[in-house]
């Protein structure tokens, strides 16, 4: 037997029994799926993040309270510190204005969760305050209204600008909201402006958000504290030594416990956490693979035993170990194959249909490894079966009953 006639038999012996068939794939059809899947929101994820921190500028810096931990050896990576470190205030941010030279803007940042309403409507956004200079260090276009001025973040007023999310919760109708009464925490506000559709991101939607002076905000919490500090340097090429300033300025009150990072360093730690986040749970769904993989090792079997009469008649009439062999791991390469590739089908559909609820991407890399991965899942598992069925001696298998 050649190899197309091996092929032609395994193809009957596969067709011969279509609902084992199908449901011996399933499993790969599962894991093949869930990998494609999970690695396009993690790179959808990882990308919207980077076009984000990006869309800030690359003279942005990222100015914390309390060491934190870049990665890169003893503490472990990402995010990991600045627990219990004295929060900055509003005085620290125009400290810095003041003292600074070579920046653009200096701008502080907090943020809470509110409850907006609008006549029947109401919805659970996210609030973010700043100060007037915010929308210079903001990704989104307004799309219509206008940006909050000193003179309101100085007084405190009870203005604000909402999300793409919020505006369209809130007036349902589509009437631009511009100018309208809202309450926010039971608390009266006019809408001044609102934004274009921007998205989802890592924190989740990123049009769910309603912006305000940071002073508006923080008489609406009770909460004083400044959660961050960007600072836009005018020459990206000053970016250390306007680092350099920043820890000089703010070493009286906090010492060396602040941590100022670059947009690069920012990508780098988002990506290192995103990235190791994709691989994880790319690992999780493989799971479902191996399961799928010793599924078609216990299918082989079975079909084996159910045609151990049949191996014997063609070790008879002349078939060589080799042709058994060949033949049963045929089947085994087929059944995963197929169900890669139908895996690798609805796992972008499924990819394409999320991604107006959440960012997705799919990647060449994971279609590639899910799809080799379980054409390797056949070969590993039906090696055995193919090893059993090839060594059946053709006396006791013409007998077997």
Request: aromatic share 8%; with cysteine; net charge neutral.
């Amino acid at each position: 037997m050649n190899f197309i006639e091996s092929f032609r038999v395994a193809v009957r012996a596969l067709l011969a029994n279509k609902v084992r068939s199908t449901l011996t794939m399933l499993g790969v059809i599962i894991g093949v799926s869930a990998v494609i899947l999970l690695v396009a929101i993690g790179a959808g994820v990882q990308g919207q993040v980077t076009s984000t921190i990006q869309g800030l500028g690359s003279n942005v810096l990222f100015v914390f309270p309390g060491v934190i931990n870049s990665g890169g050896g003893g503490g472990g990576g990402g995010f990991g510190g600045g627990t219990g470190a004295k929060p900055f205030s509003l005085v620290d941010q125009q400290t810095l204005q003041r003292q600074l030279g070579g920046v653009d803007a200096v701008v502080p940042l907090e943020t809470a969760q509110v409850t907006a309403k609008y006549l029947a409507h109401s919805v659970l956004s996210q609030a973010n305050g700043s100060t007037d200079q915010g929308q210079s260090v903001v990704s989104a276009t307004i799309g219509g209204g206008r940006f909050f001025n000193a003179s309101e973040d100085d007084a405190g007023a009870r203005v604000c600008l909402i999300g793409y999310t919020v505006k369209t919760q809130l007036f349902s109708n589509g009437q631009d909201p511009t100018n309208e009464p809202v309450t926010i925490n039971g608390q009266r506000f006019t809408v001044i402006g609102w934004y274009q559709k921007v998205g989802g991101s890592l924190g989740g939607d990123q049009d769910n958000v309603i912006r305000m002076p940071i002073t508006t905000l923080q008489n609406l919490t009770g909460n004083p504290n400044v959660s961050i500090i960007l600072v836009k340097v005018t020459d990206s090429s000053q970016i250390d030594f306007v680092r350099s300033q920043i820890k000089r300025i703010l070493s009286p009150s906090y010492g060396d416990q602040i941590t100022v990072f670059s947009q690069d360093q920012t990508l780098g730690i988002f990506n290192q956490l995103l990235g190791t986040l994709t691989i994880m749970l790319a690992g999780i769904a493989g799971i479902s693979l191996l399961v799928g993989g010793i599924g078609i090792m216990n299918i082989m079997l079975v079909s084996v035993s159910e045609r151990t009469r049949e191996i014997g008649i063609r070790k008879a009439v002349g078939a060589r170990t080799y042709d058994i062999l060949s033949q049963f791991v045929i089947e085994a390469v087929l059944l995963s194959v197929s169900g890669g590739i139908i895996g690798i089908m609805l796992g972008a559909l499924g990819a394409l249909s999320l991604s107006s609820v959440v960012p997705t991407q799919i990647t060449w890399w994971a279609v590639l490894v899910a799809f080799f991965f379980s054409a390797g899942v056949g070969v590993f598992f039906g090696v055995y079966p193919a090893w059993r069925a090839s060594r059946l001696d053709p006396i006791e298998a013409l007998r077997y009953e």
